[in-house]
């Protein structure tokens, strides 16, 4: 079965800093990889995906991810954060259906 | 801006009642998910639909769990009775299914499901 494995469960970075949150998934398929974020009592939003083509990926909010085949990862980047970036992120993944496979979440926290 | 909607927000219960959480996917969107996020078990696809017909239920209780779509602006998700154990957020997401490309998911805000 696929799964996704975020090694981070929490993560603290200066504003300012930059960021890499990791992501490693199961060998399958081509994967369709997805980046989504959580805010505090919200739903998720969709930052970035990858289907195919160019393994480095542009998001909304200054984000981006890398996808390496020989890896199994896809890990999210931002050279510098924001305090508004503090939540929830979710790697994501799916073998060529619908349905997503979620990891369990990397906690931003941001501090001054 | 069209968005995924969900009510109730936020629904406190009773260990045995019965709980319906609703859904309006965005129009024009024609696949509906649910899904459950607890911090044990992360977020869970429950079930799908494409055009109002089931397509996987395999995530779903089947004893006490049930979703339909009555129509094509509604999908509810169904728990009766209901247990401690359903406690979670539940999302539902909606998605427009087109041949050539990925069918990306739109997430609703979440019914916070508490039981006591």
């Known amino acids: 079965a696929q799964s996704v494995t975020q090694p981070d469960i929490h993560i603290t970075v200066s504003e300012g800093a930059s960021l890499e949150l990791r992501c490693n998934y199961s060998?399958?398929?081509?994967?369709?990889l997805f980046w989504y974020v959580q805010s505090p009592g919200q739903g998720l939003q969709l930052l970035l995906k990858?289907?195919?083509?160019?393994?480095l990926v542009q998001g909304i909010k200054g984000f981006e991810a890398e996808f390496k085949r020989s890896q199994s990862s896809f890990n999210l980047r931002k050279p510098s954060v924001h305090w508004s970036d503090a939540a929830e992120y979710f790697c994501a993944v799916s073998f060529g259906n619908e349905k997503l496979t979620f990891g369990t979440g990397t906690r931003l926290t941001i501090i001054p | 801006d069209a968005r995924v909607t969900q009510t109730p927000r936020h629904k406190v219960t009773e260990m045995g009642q019965e709980v319906t959480m609703r859904c309006q996917p965005i129009l024009g969107h024609n696949t509906v998910f649910w899904y459950r996020q607890t911090m044990m078990q992360g977020l869970e696809l429950l079930a799908y639909f494409r055009n109002r017909a089931p397509l996987d239920d395999s995530g779903m209780p089947k004893d006490r769990f049930s979703a339909e779509m009555p129509d094509a602006t509604l999908a509810t998700l169904k728990i009766q009775p209901s247990e401690p154990r359903d406690s979670a957020v539940y999302f539902c997401?909606?998605?427009?299914?087109?041949?050539?490309?990925?069918?990306?998911?739109?997430f609703g805000p979440g019914t916070r499901l508490t039981v006591l």
């Open positions: 997401a909606s998605g427009r299914r087109r041949a050539s490309s990925y069918n990306e998911q739109f």
């Open positions: 990858y289907f195919s083509g160019d393994t």
């Open positions: 060998y399958g398929a081509t994967p369709y």
